[in-house]
């Protein structure tokens, strides 16, 4: 059958199977309800927190049969702190946990003849102040939250995380993988929008995949996945938002927690998170340090066909990498009055990086009639370069927040504005010599590279929400982001006693982006179904200057970017929502700047600056679940991009290639996914996710045809044991299976990660021993090929380390008896 055939065969294929999950659902869920003749009853209300007033989410709401205290309802509120929770019509009391805060219990909730709802208004948590060695917290967060349109993912729960980076955090969240690059992609799609508490931020850095390694996972809360924003959120990021929570308690007191970290291959770090509020003052304090060593290892070998014979070089590249960074923030909140809060946030980082990377070319023509291959070519003789990189980046960061609070309940206004500036500083030495024979026979080149980069960065923004009566709210809000970066990148070659300028390879690259948004948005509920549709308009101004050469190119362009959501509540948790979005994803800077990298003279990767921004637009189908002891969650999912931009791999007829994004017309990407947690009894936990997408790419550049038509899945399985005395065992297997890409594939990938901890001095002090990547299985490794080349890359950028952590909190501990009983902050546990 033909494409036009499969594809939407595929397609009915998919939907079948998901409306047959979602109606047996519904019936297993109906089927658990009341008893037919009985009548439910509607409880909600508003959690909020005592002295800013502020919404509390994911409060935990339980609900208690008055006649023998079993639980007959529960749920979370909302990120507004609301919640309204189904339960049997009968006498009950209420019980509402946040952690950190002392519990309330809400005694005789009794439901009048021909009432079905109750109304047990604003519910005000106060933070502990007690001595927590005498009252235990209760409520300590599940590892992972989910809900229809947004997944939060506490990283404190996940053994693996200890001592390690925000990268190694998103590679663990359900949905988001990683790749030996530092590439995040979302549920199989690059391009995804990551922000630092909900912003934009220096912190992730110029070239992304850097500023994650540097960010210390002791310092981040949690991570939320949104993966079809409302018009409410910026419309960058193709395929949805990564936001980055970062730690900040505000109990009162003193409060804080401190850590220490070392591992395998070197890797040691030191963390301290601490707070102090006294009335309407609060004032917060992160700092991380870290230092690793990260060996890195692999090849590229690669065959060009000229009629024949066939020109072969195989690269061999072994060397290390050491980082080490001092990340540290500090903030205040201070209550203007009863209803009004102000926020001032500093932060500060400064990394260092070396890099010693020889590279090894071994060189070979084979004849007609040879056997071919990497492992037939001599290795005796061959070329060596070695580069001897340094670089410096220090982060600079500064943020107001300002938030108003109406006598109207729900109504609010919120201003901020940010400022940040990144600077990156690489330097680097490269010497190329000759081994004839395993004989040096001295260097035949000596260069050196000089790479300056800058980001500076500015955001104001602005969010009114005016409700109409309880049902019903409008939203509008205003935006504007003004980013500068500059890049000077200067090439040297050191010929008869002097150093001479390679124009070729050395420019001066400016890049400025404004981008000025506004949008508005109108929500309503009526019973248990509610909707909510929302406009975000844009204006993008972009230019692109190289100074040594005066090109200039400016671009202006102007977006309208529509949202909707619809969502029905079934009885007994049980939801369904559709969705769609329009997104936009603009060229990265690096995927603009022409000159990138000069570690390796013969394989190089440039940017390009006349890329245009995709345009996608993404559809979307959820369904969520919620039982005793689990939950799962099931998606179907479209997105249709326009100007596709992928990088493609060009071979000169020197044997040197040249890597460099495209714009490449369209792609479709539709699939499925699926995430469960299942808690058996108290002390196993399970969970997983999977997705499974395929993925068509049409385009052709220079009358080859780059399209690609492949399907793909990945996804992961984990389990979690508590036995001994508050000790656990954590295991999680990942699988990636190969994907096409334009020109070749993308070849699978296996990864297992471990993890022990055992808590101590009345659950005040965790010991943790993780394990990630067991097997340093965790490699980019591909096949291109067309008529005229031949091309196989296998490459280990660091290894993964073992890390033994050490953390102890002060004022605050873990809840066994929580633990004990697998409880997390929402009906079905943890995932």
């Known amino acids: 059958m033909s494409k036009n055939v499969i594809y939407p065969f595929i397609m009915r294929k998919i939907q079948l199977c998901y409306f047959l999950t979602v109606f047996i659902y519904v019936n297993i869920t109906f089927a658990q309800g009341p008893s037919i003749g009985k009548k439910s009853l509607l409880v909600k209300g508003k959690v909020i927190e005592s002295t800013t007033g502020e919404g509390l989410e994911f409060a935990t709401i339980s609900l208690y049969s008055a006649k023998d205290s079993t639980m007959i309802g529960g749920g979370l509120s909302d990120e507004k702190g609301s919640f309204t929770i189904e339960a049997k019509m009968e006498s009950m009391y209420a019980q509402i946990d946040y952690l950190s805060y002392n519990t309330v219990v809400i005694s005789n909730i009794i439901p009048l003849s021909g009432q079905n709802m109750v109304d047990v208004g604003t519910i005000k948590l106060f933070p502990d102040a007690v001595s927590l060695d005498v009252i235990e917290i209760i409520g300590e967060k599940s590892e992972s939250t989910f809900a229809l349109d947004k997944r939060v993912f506490n990283v404190g729960k996940d053994l693996s995380n200890k001592g390690g980076t925000a990268q190694d955090i998103l590679d663990n969240v359900p949905s988001v993988s990683v790749d030996v690059d530092g590439g995040v992609s979302l549920r199989g799609s690059g391009n995804v929008r990551i922000l630092i508490d909900g912003k934009p931020s220096g912190l992730v850095g110029v070239s992304g995949a850097n500023g994650l390694r540097s960010l210390p996972a002791n310092m981040i809360d949690r991570v939320e996945v949104i993966t079809n924003p409302s018009a409410r959120y910026e419309a960058e990021g193709m395929s949805g938002i990564i936001n980055i929570v970062l730690k900040k308690d505000n109990r009162s007191g003193v409060n804080g927690s401190f850590e220490v970290s070392g591992g395998w291959p070197e890797n040691y770090g030191l963390g301290a998170n601490m707070n102090y509020r006294k009335n309407n003052t609060n004032f917060f304090i992160n700092y991380g340090l870290n230092y690793n060593y990260n060996p890195s290892e692999g090849y590229i070998y690669q065959e060009n066909y000229f009629g024949d014979t066939t020109n072969s070089s195989y690269v061999v590249r072994n060397g290390f990498r050491t980082r080490l960074a001092n990340s540290f923030r500090a903030g205040m909140d201070y209550s203007l009055s009863e209803n009004q809060t102000l926020t001032g946030s500093f932060l500060y980082r400064y990394s260092t990086n070396n890099n010693e990377v020889p590279i090894r070319y071994f060189d ?46 729900g109504r609010e206004l919120k201003a901020s504005v940010q400022f940040s500036s990144n600077d990156e500083t690489e330097k680097a030495d490269y010497d190329q010599g000759f081994y004839n024979s395993g004989v040096f026979e001295g260097n035949t080149l000596i260069q050196r590279s000089d790479n300056t980069e800058d980001q500076q960065t500015i955001i104001f923004q602005t969010d009114y929400i005016h409700p109409f009566g309880k049902e019903s709210k409008f939203e509008a809000g205003f935006r504007s982001q003004l980013r500068d970066i500059s890049n000077d990148f200067l090439v040297e070659e050191f010929i ?20 000025h948004a506004a949008y508005t948005i109108y929500g309503a509920k009526i019973n248990k179904f509610s909707y909510q549709g929302g406009l975000r308009f844009e204006y993008s101004g972009i230019n692109t200057e190289l100074l040594e050469t005066s090109q200039s190119n400016p671009r202006n362009y102007v977006n309208i970017f529509p949202s909707g959501h619809i969502n029905y509540e079934f009885s007994g948790q049980n939801q369904v929502q559709i969705s769609f979005a329009k997104r936009i994803q603009r060229p990265r800077f690096w995927d603009l700047n022409p000159f990138f990298t000069f570690a390796d ?22 369904h969520i679940k919620y039982w005793e002891k689990g939950n799962i969650g099931t998606s179907i999912f479209w997105r249709h991009t326009r100007d596709v931009i992928q990088r493609v791999t060009l071979f000169n007829p020197d044997g040197t290639t040249l890597t460099q994004p495209l714009n490449l017309a369209t792609s479709d990407n539709a699939g499925i996914e699926f995430l469960f947690a299942y808690n058996p009894n108290k002390w196993l936990k399970i969970d997983g996710n999977a997705n499974i997408f395929r993925n068509i790419i049409k385009g052709t550049y220079q009358g080859e045809d780059l399209g690609a038509d ?42 297992v990660d471990i993890a022990f901890s055992k ?11 993780a394990a990630r990547d067991l097997f340093n299985s965790r490699r980019r490794n591909s096949e291109i090929q067309s008529d005229d080349f031949y091309q196989r890359v296998d490459q280990q950028w660091r290894r993964a380390p073992i ?26 546990g943890d995932m």
């Open 803 to 828: 890390i033994a952590t050490v953390n102890y909190r002060l004022n605050k501990k873990k809840d066994p008896k929580k633990q004990a009983r697998g409880e997390g902050d929402f009906e079905g």
């Open 496 to 515: 008869n006693g002097t150093w001479n300028k390679l124009t070729t390879f050395s420019n001066r690259f400016r890049y400025s982006e404004d981008v």
């Open 601 to 622: 003279n013969r394989n190089i990767f440039s940017g390009n600056p006349n890329l245009n921004p995709e345009f996608t637009d993404s559809y979307e189908m959820g």
């Open 759 to 769: 808590d101590f001095f009345s659950n005040k002090a965790t010991f943790t021993l």
């Open 710 to 751: 492949s399907y793909s899945w990945f996804g992961r399985i984990g389990s979690r044991i508590s036995f001994w005395k508050n000790a656990d065992f954590q295991t999680r297997f990942n699988y990636r299976a190969p994907v096409d890409i334009p020109q070749g594939v993308q070849k699978a990938q296996y990864i």
């Open 364 to 409: 070979h023509t084979f004849y007609p009639g040879e056997p071919r291959g990497r492992f037939l070519v001599p290795t005796l003789s061959y070329t060596e370069r070695i580069e001897n990189e340094k670089e410096v980046s220090p982060t600079l960061e500064y943020t107001i927040d300002y938030l108003k609070r109406f006598k109207q309940e």
